[in-house]
């Protein structure tokens, strides 16, 4: 009867575990993220949109027309800037001022570090901030990820009467903060409005967004928790996660400390199996806040891989990366809502014993595929 109990319990988690293997992504910090940087003149709009080598691939056309993206020649990269990218952000991306839609010319595209930049311009444009109603709507890659791709947004008011940008995207703060994600495709706004209150709401919202999609991180708090920790014994783990995750988040944010990105998700993943692991082979577990203390600064690095490319600089960084961290704790808090009483439930059934080891045994091998999978980039794990 023990036995039959142990094999319907196992053999739910177990479906659960190979589902989110099969279906999530090997680095689950990448989140398909963008980022777009908007320069408002006294008469034009200048803007760029920065996409990572994965994701600019995957806008429809590119890969259908055979362009390979390592080999491009001057001619294909004019020929796909004409015939992909300039009818993608024809169908995909709309400007409007005062409900007046504006088209949006495709200058150039280029490859600039480790990410794809369009260039866009708006001309013959005549508007006064205070009065007039701006509106984006972006809608690109959206189809392509499931929905699952988010593009912060920088807004930046200049005089520059040329062309050249680079000065004002560099400048110390963007007047406006957004995230474009397949629930929040349109931005509008009047004027300058509190930047303050603006950086705060993105960077909570991303935060929130992160630790809901990093299966990862799930996967580590639900082996952390389910031993049969009590709510104020789960609270403190996890706030000591969180307080390990901000030292490294900020270090790295700050180009103090880098680790190689590979190295980071690996040890992530080993950081799952061996909690998992230390739940079958301990009957008594000590010290587990330290442990998770210990971890959770390698987690920092990979929650920086999401940040660092989208603090526009160092004057808002302290107030990003705090921001980020409250988004990422309300999201932690939010998976214990969940997680918790359904623990407590499934522990009526069955023996809190039986619960961990099944539990812990499925979680390792999650984990244990992730690790392989990230180490020897095998991509045995679909997307």
Not at 117 to 124: P, Q, V
Request: hydrophobic share 50%.
């Amino acid at each position: 009867m023990l036995l039959q109990g142990y094999r319907k319990l196992a053999a739910l988690i177990l479906v659960i575990a190979l589902f989110l293997c099969g279906m999530t992504p090997v680095l689950a910090h990448d989140m398909y993220l963008g980022g777009s940087k908007w320069a408002f003149g006294k008469d034009r709009i200048l803007s760029t949109i920065e996409l990572d080598p994965a994701l600019f691939q995957e806008i429809k056309g590119i890969k259908e027309l055979g362009y390979d993206l390592d080999k491009l020649t001057d001619d294909q990269l004019r020929e796909m800037t004409t015939e992909v990218i300039q009818p993608y952000i024809d169908e995909k991306l709309s400007v409007s001022i005062n409900d007046r839609s504006y088209p949006e010319k495709v200058v150039k595209i280029e490859r600039e570090g480790t990410l794809w930049k369009i260039w866009l311009r708006i001309s013959d444009l005549d508007f006064d901030w205070q009065e007039n109603k701006v509106k984006i709507a972006y809608h690109l890659l959206f189809d392509e990820t499931n929905n699952q791709h988010a593009n912060l947004g920088y807004i930046y008011y200049t005089d520059a009467d040329d062309d050249s940008v680079q000065a004002v995207f560099d400048k110390t703060q963007p007047d406006l903060q957004y995230i474009f994600d397949a629930n929040n495709s349109v931005w509008e706004f009047s004027d300058k409005t509190a930047a303050f209150l603006s950086d705060i709401a993105t960077f909570v919202g991303l935060g929130i967004k992160h630790i809901l999609t990093g299966y990862d991180h799930v996967a580590f708090l639900l082996a952390l928790i389910v031993i049969g920790l009590s709510a104020r014994e789960a609270i403190k783990i996890i706030t000591s996660f969180t307080v390990a995750h901000s030292i490294t988040l900020l270090l790295a944010a700050m180009h103090i400390v880098n680790l190689n990105a590979k190295f980071v998700e690996s040890v992530i993943a080993l950081s799952i199996c061996y909690i998992a692991a230390e739940n079958l082979l301990s009957k008594e577990v000590n010290y587990r806040w330290l442990v998770t203390f210990m971890f959770g600064l390698v987690h920092g690095f990979g929650f920086a891989s999401v940040l660092q490319e989208y603090v526009a600089d160092k004057s808002n960084l302290v107030r990003s990366v705090v921001s980020f961290n409250v988004g990422v704790e309300l999201g932690q808090l939010s998976i214990l809502l969940i997680t918790l009483p359904l623990l407590y439930l499934i522990k009526k059934k069955f023996s809190l014993r039986r619960v961990t080891v099944v539990t812990s045994a499925a979680i390792f091998i999650v984990g244990f595929i992730w690790f392989v999978d990230r180490l020897f980039d095998l991509q045995l794990v679909p997307f």
